[in-house]
């Protein structure tokens, strides 16, 4: 079986800032990161979209201790964005220091931008990664 989008076009597009994702033709649900089918309903039959990249901040965790070769990132914020479209996704978030990261992050706005993380021995190189950033009405 194939991918309809694989990690190479879905990397791609993310170092332009655009976050592609999956359309379910049955049930209009949204998937992203892509997968081999619909996280709703198991059904193949997708279509790739274009997806907003913006979304609300539901949970964030902070990282202390970054991955071997990325010491000098941590500490750091990732937060697990609810899009505008339905599905979840994970990113680093920017504009805030780690220092001052409390509970008022859950609901606040955020819209995708990218990073290219080198990589390191558990991975298969360099790729882009979501990072989110305030809207407007943002905690600075």
């Known amino acids: 079986m194939e991918y309809t989008l694989d990690f190479k076009t879905y990397n791609d597009a993310l170092k332009k800032n655009k976050l592609l994702g999956l359309k379910c033709n049955s049930c209009q649900k949204y998937t992203c990161p892509p997968?081999?089918?619909?996280?709703?309903?198991?059904?193949?039959?997708?279509?790739?979209?274009?997806?907003?990249?913006?979304?609300?901040?539901?949970?964030?965790?902070?990282?202390?201790?970054?991955?071997?070769?990325?010491?000098?990132?941590?500490p750091y914020t990732i937060v697990l964005v609810e899009l505008e479209e339905g599905p979840w996704i994970a990113g680093n978030l920017i504009d805030i220091d780690p220092g001052k990261v409390n509970m008022d992050l859950i609901g606040k706005k955020v819209k995708l931008g990218h990073k290219v993380f080198p990589g390191d021995q558990y991975s298969a190189g360099a790729a882009a990664r979501p990072l989110f950033s305030f809207l407007s009405e943002g905690v600075k």
């Open 35 to 74: 997968k081999m089918t619909c996280q709703e309903c198991a059904d193949k039959n997708l279509d790739i979209v274009e997806m907003s990249g913006k979304g609300e901040i539901r949970t964030f965790t902070q990282t202390f201790v970054a991955p071997q070769g990325r010491e000098c990132e941590a």
